[in-house]
């Protein structure tokens, strides 16, 4: 397999956990004979500091000519006062934008060896397996219109949440094939009492499940989604939602991890596809060398799935991620009670290319006899 991959750092911790995720992309090439090249572009802050743009028109293009895209994150607070487009977080707007990934899948997977880094009880998050599946291009992140206007008591802000059928029937479709390939129950969430858009994307969710028989689907409010996801996870398989809810729940749903540095995503469905961890730049302990990378190092696996299809690969270096958490080996954010070994960013990203290596040798000799 030959893949081109472009890799936006970006800001803050960006570079360290991505830095880490291809070591592993790295090791995975090494191991299983693919060529993988890697190129590294601007974006967010560290772009508006070199070239006055969140996204550069050479990063855009390179990531368009590339087979998948690999971020770490953006955002940096001396670049807070800036106008909404030209703040790092424009810069990832626009690239999902162009790319056309309009579904974000995000998977809350609660290992059982850092179930006590949870504030939830263990016996609440063991077992949790949970794929968010978030509208990327639409709602209230990207509707116009919206603007800050006018003067003194009278100035005011807004902006449209709007959907449109063709969106919600395209996400939806990745959510009941997903669906379909896992335990067969998809739970779509939305605010259909008082939102127009949440009853069109009711009604299209309905339509569209006519086509997959197999899948159970379930409707759910999503303050009553937020509470059952720290009440019961196990209840979730998938859960289909909107771009603002989406971006809630899965943030919250780090609490069933322990933390929001053990969660990866994959913007699918257009032209190029994007990965990236779900965490932000931190930059309070940026270049400190404590960033937990295995939600880069797991979005490194999506990408493997994914934009590669080698599944193998991908499977392989989920499971050196679990091996190394239960051989005790923590970040200081998932330290829990059961944490042997505090390791930094880099230590972190070794422990999982070492495991990967190991596993593959396992299967060679197994292979062998």
Same mark, same amino acid.
Request: charge should be negative; hydrophobic fraction near 45%; glycine fraction near 10%.
């Given at each position: 397999?030959?893949?081109?991959?472009?890799?936006?750092?970006?800001?803050?911790?960006?570079?360290?956990?991505?830095?880490?995720?291809?070591?592993?992309?790295?090791?995975?090439?090494?191991?299983?004979?693919?060529?993988?090249?890697?190129?590294?572009?601007?974006?967010?802050?560290?772009?508006?500091?070199?070239?006055?743009?969140?996204?550069?028109?050479?990063?855009?293009?390179?990531?368009?000519?590339?087979?998948?895209?690999?971020?770490?994150?953006?955002?940096?607070?001396?670049?807070?006062?800036?106008?909404?487009?030209?703040?790092?977080?424009?810069?990832?707007?626009?690239?999902?934008?162009?790319?056309?990934?309009?579904?974000?899948?995000?998977?809350?997977?609660?290992?059982?060896?850092?179930?006590?880094?949870?504030?939830?009880?263990?016996?609440?998050?063991?077992?949790?397996?949970?794929?968010?599946?978030?509208?990327?291009?639409?709602?209230?992140?990207?509707?116009?219109?919206?603007?800050?206007?006018?003067?003194?008591?009278?100035?005011?802000?807004? *902006?449209?949440?709007?959907?449109?059928?063709?969106?919600? &029937?395209? #996400?939806? +479709? $990745? %959510?009941? /094939?997903?669906?379909?390939? @896992?335990?067969?129950?998809?739970?779509?969430?939305?605010?259909? *009492?008082?939102?127009?858009?949440?009853?069109?994307?009711? &009604?299209? #969710?309905? +339509? $569209? %499940?006519? /086509?997959?028989?197999?899948? @159970?689907?379930?409707?759910?409010?999503?303050?009553?989604?937020?509470?059952?996801?720290?009440?019961?996870?196990?209840?979730? &398989?998938?859960?289909?939602?909107?771009?603002?809810?989406?971006?809630?729940?899965?943030?919250?749903?780090?609490?069933?991890?322990?933390?929001?540095?053990?969660?990866?995503?994959?913007?699918?469905?257009?032209?190029?596809?994007?990965?990236?961890?779900?965490?932000?730049?931190?930059?309070?302990?940026?270049?400190?060398?404590?960033?937990?990378?295995?939600?880069?190092?797991?979005?490194?696996?999506?990408?493997?799935?994914?934009?590669?299809?080698?599944?193998?690969?991908?499977?392989?270096?989920?499971?050196?991620?679990?091996?190394?958490?239960?051989?005790?080996?923590?970040?200081?954010?998932?330290?829990?009670?059961?944490?042997?070994?505090?390791?930094?960013?880099?230590?972190?990203?070794?422990?999982?290319?070492?495991?990967?290596?190991?596993?593959?040798?396992?299967?060679?000799?197994?292979?062998?006899?």
């Amino acid at each position: 397999m030959k893949l081109n991959i472009t890799v936006l750092p970006g800001d803050g911790i960006g570079p360290e956990v991505t830095r880490e995720a291809v070591r592993v992309l790295r090791a995975v090439a090494e191991v299983y004979g693919h060529d993988f090249s890697f190129e590294e572009h601007l974006i967010g802050g560290a772009a508006i500091a070199e070239t006055g743009s969140p996204l550069p028109p050479s990063t855009l293009d390179a990531c368009l000519a590339s087979d998948a895209v690999l971020l770490g994150a953006v955002g940096a607070p001396q670049f807070d006062g800036l106008a909404g487009e030209k703040r790092p977080e424009a810069g990832l707007l626009g690239l999902r934008s162009a790319c056309g990934a309009f579904a974000n899948l995000r998977p809350i997977v609660c290992y059982d060896a850092t179930a006590d880094s949870s504030p939830l009880k263990a016996e609440v998050v063991k077992g949790a397996d949970v794929l968010i599946v978030r509208e990327l291009l639409g709602g209230l992140y990207f509707g116009e219109p919206r603007a800050i206007q006018g003067e003194g008591a009278t100035r005011e802000a807004f *902006n449209t949440m709007r959907y449109n059928e063709a969106e919600v &029937e395209r #996400v939806a +479709r $990745v %959510a009941f /094939e997903a669906a379909a390939a @896992r335990g067969g129950k998809l739970t779509s969430v939305d605010k259909a *009492n008082v939102l127009e858009t949440s009853r069109l994307w009711r &009604e299209v #969710v309905n +339509r $569209v %499940a006519r /086509e997959y028989p197999q899948v @159970r689907v379930e409707h759910m409010y999503v303050d009553a989604c937020a509470m059952h996801l720290m009440l019961n996870p196990r209840r979730f &398989e998938v859960i289909l939602t909107e771009n603002l809810f989406g971006d809630i729940l899965s943030d919250e749903a780090a609490v069933l991890t322990g933390s929001l540095g053990m969660l990866a995503s994959a913007s699918v469905g257009g032209g190029t596809d994007v990965y990236e961890p779900v965490h932000g730049s931190a930059p309070d302990i940026a270049g400190a060398g404590l960033a937990n990378p295995l939600g880069a190092i797991a979005s490194a696996a999506l990408l493997l799935r994914y934009s590669a299809k080698l599944e193998q690969e991908a499977a392989d270096v989920e499971a050196s991620i679990r091996a190394v958490l239960e051989r005790g080996y923590r970040t200081a954010d998932i330290q829990g009670r059961t944490g042997k070994y505090i390791v930094g960013t880099e230590e972190m990203g070794t422990l999982v290319a070492e495991a990967l290596a190991e596993l593959a040798d396992m299967r060679h000799a197994y292979h062998a006899v």
